[in-house]
């Protein structure tokens, strides 16, 4: 039976990402709930942010690859003023470096501002955003 | 033009007023600056053979050319990175001139980014980090909430904040400093308005636990506009020659200008201190050689990280030299005399290189004695500014 959606439901205010050619594959699996990143097709060396060619051994074969969604805070911030778009209170922004290696800007949930400490362990979960999209947000785990 | 190797000298420099509403155009603040600093050095517009801006500047070559009557230009170029251009615009005007390129290069910024737009508050259309607009990566951020220049640079700075235990308050005391330099200075926003260390506390959060109110430079109409020739003709003008001692640009791998989250330790300032690097040894000169310093001051962190990165303090250290009162006038190395981009204005760091000039000059209206050689840093790129013996 097709609904209709109900007009007074939510709709996400986050901003969806801009999508750029050289990242489109990282926010398309980012909508069907995955965390990826660029490997190199032949040295296998991950990179962030993502690009055509491989900085170590300029190999224009690159891989997509499944992430393990776990890091750790490297560091965190409140922006207060202005209020940034897409959120009903400030949201606390996060660096978080990933298992892989690289880093990621994101955002905590699930955790207060004043309880983030740096190297707090994290793992991945997904948010949408308007548009439709979904993008990667962290929520502390306990370290394992 | 027979081309020959020789050494480059700021001969003009020009300003209109600071504001908050210029009233007028970006192109008749663009005009109006530039006409001064070519007054300045008793040159005509027809004289202007190179022009030089930012990517971000809203002026363009051709529009101002035409307002001057500007003849024929040799060369014209823009430097991308927002603020970090600053320096670098000095950096080619001296690179032209040296190689015998250029006879006359001006280069201006004018901005209504108070009255028309608004630097510091969320940048979330994608025309803003196309190539050379941009910083590199700053889309990543949007989603986030991490939307304007104040949130930017916070989030690297907290981790620096954390490696060595600096807080918010010992950030402050650049801004009380500035403030301070600003109050004596009529042509500063700020004028007559000194701020106390308990005023910076008590101002409002922007980015916690980062940046205060009055840890941000202001957002101001204005333009600023310099003319850089050759040494030798310098000398036959109307000022005294600022001879450029050197200049050069750092931009490591992985960084990028206020984004900057992807190299190895965010907690340093590789490009300050590859720029520093390069300038010392193209100079032969020492940070102890400087007597003062105009330090690119967006947000006062970058303040911590420059003065570190170019060895007036080792790193993690800049919290003890500015506590200890060095950076003020009559310290030991009195930076920012104008009040900076925090208490004079901002002109994306072409009024502190200006003010550079009238210290090696002995024009500014906080002189320090005795100036020799003034650094001029926009982080990314720097130049000594000196005096002609």
Redo the contacts between chains.
Sequence with gaps: MKTTPDPAAAQPMRLAPIVTPDAKFFWDAADRGELVGQRCGACQRFRFPPRPMCPHCHSLEREVVPLSGRGRVYSWIRPVHPQPFGFAEPPIVALIELAEGFRIVSNLVGIAFEDVRAELPVAVEFEATQGGHRVPVFRPVSAS | MTRRLRQAAVAGIGATEFSKNSGRSELQLAAECSKAALDDAGLHPADVDGMITFTLDGSDEINLARCLGVKDLAYTTRIPGGGAAAAATLYQAMAVVEAGLCEVVLIWRAMNERSQYRF???H?Q?AG?QAGNGT??L??????????P??WE???A??YM?RYGVTNEDFGRVSVVQRRHAATNPAAWFYRKPITLEEHQSS???????LR?LDCCQESDGGVALVVTSLSRARDLKQPPVRIAGACQSIP?NVEVI?N??HAD?ATMPEAEGTARRLWAQTGLKPADMQCAMIYDAFTPQVFKQLEAFGFCGRGEAREFVKDGHIALGGRLPINTNGGLIGEAYIHGMNNIAEGVRQVRGTSVNPVPDVEHVLVSSGMAAAVLAKDR
């Design positions: 510091g508050q969320p979330t994608a980090f590199g990566s889309f990543w951020c949007m989603p986030f909430g991490a939307q304007t104040a949130s916070a989030l690297a907290q981790r954390q409002k959060w922007i980015v916690a636990p980062v109110l791998y984004s989250y992807y965010l």
